[in-house]
Nanobody, 127 residues
């Protein structure tokens, strides 16, 4: 089992920045690929970014490419999402996810879904 706890959400003006953290406990953190997803009211949960277990490979949704940066510190069992140039359309609950399969956090499907999820943290961007 892996337990994930997100933090760092909040209210920010458009153009501002936030850094989300995802602290993991349980089994070996560096065995898992990590991903960030978000869900806005009335919309489906969508992929935002992912990082391989080593941190060497990163992946981003087109909507956040160039503005968001995913990283991880395996010594601290923590993954991060640095968000810059935030827009009102970035408003959502942000979730971190983990799985031993990189594909499940980069291109999930209903039958191929990350095994572990955090409880989510709210990000609100005002215009």
């Amino acid at each position: 089992q892996v337990q994930l706890v997100e933090s760092g959400g909040g209210l920010v003006q458009a153009g501002g920045s936030l850094r989300l953290s995802c602290a993991a406990s349980g089994r070996t953190f560096n065995s898992y690929a990590m991903g960030w997803f978000r869900q806005a009211p009335g919309k489906e949960r969508e992929f935002v970014a992912a990082i391989s277990w080593s941190g060497r490979d990163t992946y981003y949704a087109d909507s956040v490419k160039g503005r968001f940066t995913i990283s991880r510190d395996n010594a601290k069992n923590t993954a991060y999402l640095q968000m810059k140039s935030l827009k009102p359309e970035d408003t959502a609950v942000y979730y971190c996810a983990a799985d031993s399969s990189l594909g499940k956090v980069t291109t999930p499907t209903p039958s191929y879904w990350p095994s572990y999820w955090g409880q989510g943290t709210q990000v609100t961007v005002s215009s």
